[in-house]
């Protein structure tokens, strides 16, 4: 969490904007614990979430937004009641929103991380078909999706369609993603 605040301030200095980010950093470090389930992720989420509201009131500016923790537990609760992804998709566009700013998109991406039950392709199509902001939507589900369930249960044929697609060397970035987070989850320096 506090690795998201400071990243954070220099440019997205809101209560917002570091609720948001500090859900998705406490969601993805809570989906690499081994014993991390779909639920402890969306917990961790939330937690994040609320503590960074609470800190970026204190180190950043208030402005009048919706709460994403909130937010948050409103797609989850649709997720758990919706009839398969389509359906969940529906209410994220109708009710929660798919667009840039981070109190839709961020909760969205959560949701549709729980109709699709943390698989990998199910997030990443879902995410990838909600509308509006597409791309960051289907990349925070699969990220979530992604460290929860590790690399053997990304797609193959997905994997290797974005890596001809880019010029980025996505394993080494992920690796170093990792390497990053283990060490702050252990307080180990660089274990893998």
Not at 121 to 136: K, L, P, Q, S
Request: neutral net charge.
């Amino acid at each position: 969490i506090q690795d998201a605040v400071d990243v954070c301030l220099p440019s997205h200095c809101t209560q917002t904007a570091i609720g948001s980010a500090c859900a998705m950093a406490a969601g993805v470090a809570e989906a690499l614990r081994s014993d991390a389930d779909v639920f402890s992720v969306v917990r961790a989420a939330l937690a994040g979430a609320r503590k960074g509201e609470v800190v970026g009131m204190q180190k950043a500016r208030t402005v009048p937004l919706p709460c994403v923790a909130d937010r948050i537990e409103l797609a989850v609760s649709f997720a758990l009641k919706a009839e398969d992804t389509a359906a969940a998709n529906r209410f994220f566009a109708n009710i929660i929103g798919t667009g840039l700013p981070a109190y839709e998109s961020i909760p969205t991406a959560i949701g549709i991380f729980v109709a699709a039950g943390g698989d990998p392709r199910g997030c990443v199509i879902a995410g990838a078909n909600v509308g509006y902001d597409t791309d960051t939507i289907a990349s925070m589900a699969g990220a979530l999706a992604g460290a929860l369930n590790g690399f053997d249960r990304v797609p193959a044929d997905l994997f290797q369609a974005i890596k001809k697609a880019n010029d980025i060397e996505l394993k080494k970035i992920a690796s170093g993603l990792e390497r990053i987070a283990r060490r702050n989850l252990t307080g180990k320096g660089d274990t893998p």
